[in-house]
């Protein structure tokens, strides 16, 4: 094993490989995936800048990787969905769906900052294995929350659950790109509780006319 490796991985279990990928990780969390370079991550983790090339095929497959394991990390921290079928009210419930996906896009779309240029990143990702088929987590949980409020009567069984989820995280990704033109290094965005009740009202009671 050559020096730099060892140093790199020295007092812990981890390969070579997955120490790329957590370095990676880690520098997408701090500064975004658009501006990395081969030589960034490599002096990051304490290797030569050939050692990559010994574990990816090139950069865009490891920050592919390390795209995939920020997405699940920042999954964790957000929580499951506080939403509960049955519990609460439905009001109550999207209100909190909606505060719980904005703080979930708000960790996790900076990190894909500068990558709309690099198409080969993006389609690295989207062939790994993901969840639910690559479908956003946000808006499957979203839709099993309402379909299951569906079965209990307590959402109209001919509404467009897909649909409002959908909604929800367009409004989210509205929100928090945003936020990234105008203030990249800013304080994520927060909605206002006014406005969150606004966006609640209209996914409940849509825009038609009052019929008596």
Known sequence: MAPRRAAALRGGDQSLRDHLIATAQRL???????????RDIAREAGVAD??????????????????????????????APPA??????VEANLRACLTWALALHAAVLPAFA???????????????????????PVRVAI?????????????????????????????????????????????????PAADIDDLVLTLLHGIAPATD
């Not at 920050?63 to 920042?74: M, Q, V």
């Not at 509960?84 to 009210?89: D, K, L, P, V, Y």
């Not at 990558?115 to 990702?125: E, I, P, Y």
């Open 114 to 136: 500068g990558l709309l240029h690099q198409r080969a990143v993006l389609a690295r990702l989207a062939e790994l294995p993901q969840p639910e088929a690559g479908d956003w």
């Open 84 to 89: 509960r079928a049955g519990a609460g009210t």
């Open 50 to 79: 050939g050692v990559l090339y010994n574990h990816f095929a090139d950069k865009e497959e490891l920050l592919a990787y390390a795209l995939r394991a920020h997405l699940r990390s920042a999954e964790r921290l957000a929580g």
């Open 143 to 191: 839709a099993e929350y309402l379909r299951a409020e569906q079965r209990l009567g307590r959402v109209a069984p001919h509404a467009r659950v897909g649909a409002v989820a959908a909604l929800v995280v367009g409004v989210c990704h509205d929100l928090v790109l945003q936020h990234l033109l105008d203030d990249p290094g800013g304080t994520p965005p927060q909605l």
């Open 28 to 38: 997408i969390a701090e500064r975004g995936a658009g501006r990395l370079t081969v």
